[in-house]
């Protein structure tokens, strides 16, 4: 049997737990790990969010550079005179791209000519969710589609980017595969080189 002048000094069952809360509110260890884990993860999601989108803004201009370095031999008539044909102009865009694009199946030339600008009509890079064969064959000379000297010509590359499959966060991906699509293109009119 437990005497009375120790059952009144102990605090009723709610005041233990009152006092419990009161000591674990004071109490700050831990308070670190707990603010890390509440900011860790939109953290982590912004940093990985500004990578993908800087990649993505690389690779777009890495792109966009390399098809205007290539299409100046198109417009200065360099290469119709050297016989270079749309398989070679797609090297010339991967050499000049240095190595950040991939020379696969992943790009597609069009390159179109005509008298005027009225006569060009842009091939849409995508249908039904998948990218566009390239405008005729890989051997096919690159004077055959731009024409002779003084003509209007639209060079178009589309790439497929593939990185945005693995970004899945940041929906960038417009293709069915979930790849994200980079078009770069360039207007000109040729030099009378002839």
Known sequence: MIPMSLMSRRPPA?????????????????TTAIEFAVVALPFFFFS????????HFFTSSALENAVEQAARKIRTGQAQKEGKTL???KNMVCTAATGYIKCDTSLRVHIQSGANWSNIVPRPCLSNGALNSSAGSSTDL?????????QAVLVTVCYEWTLAQKLPFLMMGD??????????SST???????
């Open 14 to 30: 709610s005041g233990r737990k009152r006092s419990v809360l009161r000591r674990w509110g004071r109490d700050s260890q831990g």
């Open 188 to 194: 000109f009119r040729t030099e009378p080189y002839q």
């Open 175 to 184: 293709l069915a595969n979930g790849s994200a699509l980079i078009q770069a």
């Open 87 to 89: 398989n070679d102009f």
């Open 48 to 55: 990985f969010g500004i990578m993908g989108l800087g990649l």
């Open 142 to 150: 690159v004077s055959s589609a731009s024409g002779g000297a003084s």
